[in-house]
């Protein structure tokens, strides 16, 4: 083959190729106007994406801990003195008033040397009296006088013992509150320091737990704390620090922390197992969903959604919580983010939102477009010819 046919071999190939780009130029170009052009070609280009509104709330710094329920007061009732129970007026999980007379022992030989006390300290009076009255005319001396007056005294002492050990006859409630079960019966005989039954006062329960030591500068007396049991998986019990200990333990590295829960119905008992929640700090802060984050090597951003448009942003981030994030730079409120379908966008790629953010407002692209739409038709409505007088019979 010489060379003149090479050439001319090269030359058809040229033109063969040249055509063929020229023809797919005038295809495309006739595609895109059957579609709506250049513009209707970018739209299909665009990211659906689902997009969430950040916005402020309050964000609480808590801190978790377990703990088990404790009276307010509580106490064993054990008799002060031996005997048998005559009468016992215990109803396990009743209520009772401070005073409320809970057992009484046999008193008749208590009574009967109460009697005894009394006629001692009578007749020690009279002796009194009548030395006194031969002591005004010498007829005494003084110390038979002074004699007289230390016997009338031993017999007021006396009495006030026969009068205590009458009373320890008879137990009552020092305070009102919730009586246990009872571990006698009546008819029973008791000892000192027999154990009877308990009684706790349930007004209010409280709860003490440990917190390391780190956290000893933050814990104050009358922070909120929550509590939850598994006895009550639908109730939240809500309370105050009460009290916090000035002492660490050196082996655990903890402290002491007293809360005190309400508790006017007295559903929660002594003794209990509960988890709690205590809540150190509150502020208000720009808060988006976790989803939203994207993370970077050593970077941590967002997309922001402006005019359908998805613009990066680095942010600093905060405090978790609920599926939460709080933002301390790079959002402020009222701005849109992507929250899912940002694994193809770029900074500047275009946007197509799916759905609405949670709350809208004249700012927002919907709301921009919504209102674009609204006021092309009501044009259209406006341009439309009016029905002639033909097309009305």
């Not at 007749?123 to 009548?130: F, G, S």
């Not at 308990?198 to 003490?208: F, K, V």
């Not at 333990?249 to 829960?261: G, K, M, Q």
């Not at 994207?294 to 942003?313: G, P």
């Amino acid at each position: 083959m010489n060379l003149w046919k090479q050439i001319l071999i090269l030359g058809l190939l040229g033109a063969l190729g040249y055509g063929g780009y020229e023809g797919y130029r005038q295809y495309l170009g006739t595609a895109e106007s059957a579609s709506g052009g250049p513009e209707r070609s970018r739209d299909a280009r665009a990211t659906p994406v689902e997009v969430a509104r950040a916005e402020r709330r309050v964000m609480s710094r808590t801190v978790e801990a377990v703990g088990t329920t404790r009276a307010l007061q509580s106490v064993e009732i054990v008799p002060e003195a031996e005997g048998r129970i005559v009468e016992l007026n215990i109803t396990p999980g009743e209520t009772v008033e401070e005073g409320a007379v809970l057992v009484r022992l046999d008193d008749a030989i208590a009574r009967a040397d109460l009697a005894e006390a009394e006629a001692r300290l009578t007749e020690r009076q009279q002796a009194l009296t009548r030395v006194t009255t031969l002591r005004r005319s010498n007829a005494v001396a003084e110390a038979t006088v002074e004699e007289a007056e230390a016997r009338l005294a031993e017999a007021r002492a006396q009495l006030d013992r026969a009068a205590r050990r009458l009373e320890e006859r008879t137990i009552t409630a020092p305070f009102a509150g919730v009586v246990g079960l009872s571990n006698v019966d009546p008819g029973a005989r008791v000892d000192q320091g027999t154990l009877i039954t308990r009684l706790d006062d349930l007004s209010r329960i409280e709860i003490e737990f440990a917190l390391p030591e780190t956290l000893f500068a933050q814990v104050e007396r009358g922070q909120p704390v929550t509590a939850t049991g598994v006895a009550f998986p639908d109730q939240v019990f809500e309370g105050r620090i009460e009290a916090v200990d000035s002492h660490i333990d050196p082996v655990s590295r903890s402290f002491r922390t007293r809360a005190v829960l309400p508790n006017p119905d007295g559903i929660l008992p002594a003794g209990m197992f509960l988890s709690l929640e205590l809540t150190l700090s509150e502020s208000e802060r720009v808060v988006v969903p976790e989803e939203a984050l994207i993370f970077q090597a050593a970077e941590t951003y967002v997309f922001v959604v402006e005019d359908v448009t998805a613009r990066r942003v680095a942010v600093r981030t905060g405090q978790r919580r609920d599926g939460m994030v709080a933002i301390l730079d790079g959002v402020e409120a009222g701005q849109i983010v992507v929250a899912r379908g940002f694994q193809r966008l770029q900074d500047g790629s275009a946007v197509e939102i799916l759905g609405k953010p949670e709350t809208t407002d004249a700012s927002t692209p919907e709301a921009v477009g919504q209102a674009e739409a609204e006021a092309e038709a009501g044009a259209k409505t406006d341009d439309a010819p009016a029905p002639s007088g033909d097309d009305n019979t």
